[in-house]
C-alpha cells in the first residue's frame, strides 16, 4: 500500500482564495482524520469521520473551513476565503478502526499551506 | 475535555545517556496512550503506545510506563542515539469516540 496520499504537498495562495486540500486513505482503513500543525498551536485535530461520517469536528476553527468524505477513499479540507492565520501544515491520518479502539494512526505526508 | 501536558518542551542529551519525557492529563476516562515521533519535516509516526490495562510496555531501547492514579505517562529512551533526535508527541484518547488530544511535544536533541 502506498500509504495515506495528499495533495497538493504545498500550496500557496492569496487571501480571500479558496483552498482544496485532498486526501486518500489506507484501503480498508475506516476512520480518517484532519490535523492542522503550526508552531504556535501544536498538532491539533480538526476533524475526524469514521465510515464516511462526520463524527467530531469540535475542532474545526470557524465557519470557513469545511470537510467531506464522499467516499471511503476520499476527502476534501476546504478553506473558503482562506486567511494569512490558515498558514500551517495539514495532515490527513487514518486508522483501522474508530479512534474508541485506540488503533494506530497512519499519517499523510502533509500538505504546507501558506496564505499571502 | 481531554488536556495533555507535556514536559520538558526542549531536551538535550549526550550520545548513549537517557531521556525522559512527561505527560499528564486530565480525563480519567482516558485509556490509550500513543508516543508520536516526528522528524525534522516529516510526518508523525507512532513508535510505542500502552493502554489503560498496562502499567509498562517495552520496545527494545523505548519504554512507556503509565500511572493511571496519578493520570501520567513517560516515554523512556536509553542508549540514545543521533538519530532519536526529532520532537516527540505524547497524546492520550478515550473509549467513548473521543479522538486523541496530543501533547505540544518535545524537542530531543542528541549531541554526538
Known amino acids: 500500500d502506498a500509504g495515506v496520499i495528499q495533495s497538493p504537498r504545498h500550496e500557496v495562495t492569496e487571501m480571500g482564495q479558496e483552498v482544496t486540500l485532498r486526501c486518500k486513505p489506507i484501503s480498508g482503513h475506516n476512520s480518517l482524520f484532519w490535523y492542522r500543525q503550526t508552531m504556535m498551536r501544536g498538532l491539533e485535530l480538526l476533524i475526524y469521520?469514521?465510515?464516511?461520517?462526520?463524527?467530531?469536528d469540535s475542532g474545526m476553527p470557524e465557519d470557513r473551513f469545511s470537510a467531506k468524505m464522499p467516499n471511503a477513499s476520499f476527502s476534501t479540507l476546504k478553506i473558503q476565503p482562506s486567511e494569512p492565520r490558515d498558514s500551517a501544515v495539514y495532515f490527513c491520518a487514518s486508522s483501522l478502526s474508530s479512534p474508541a479502539r485506540g488503533d494506530e494512526q497512519f499519517f499523510g505526508p502533509g500538505t504546507r499551506l501558506t496564505v499571502l | 475535555g481531554e488536556n495533555v501536558e507535556q514536559h520538558p518542551s526542549t531536551l538535550s542529551v549526550q550520545e548513549g545517556d537517557s531521556a525522559v519525557i512527561k505527560c499528564t492529563y486530565s480525563d480519567s476516562a482516558s485509556n490509550y496512550f500513543p508516543w508520536y515521533k516526528q522528524e525534522l519535516g516529516k510526518r508523525p509516526q507512532l513508535i510505542i503506545d500502552i493502554r489503560s490495562n498496562v502499567g509498562e510496555k517495552k520496545d527494545q531501547r523505548i519504554a512507556v510506563t503509565l500511572n493511571k492514579t496519578a493520570k501520567h505517562f513517560s516515554l523512556h529512551i536509553t542508549e540514545t542515539q543521533p538519530e532519536d533526535s526529532a520532537v516527540y508527541f505524547c497524546?492520550?484518547?478515550?473509549?467513548?469516540?473521543?479522538?486523541?488530544?496530543f501533547g505540544p511535544g518535545t524537542r530531543l536533541s542528541v549531541l554526538p
Open positions: 497524546a492520550a484518547s478515550n473509549g467513548y469516540g473521543q479522538n486523541f488530544v
Open positions: 469521520f469514521n465510515n464516511n461520517v462526520p463524527i467530531d
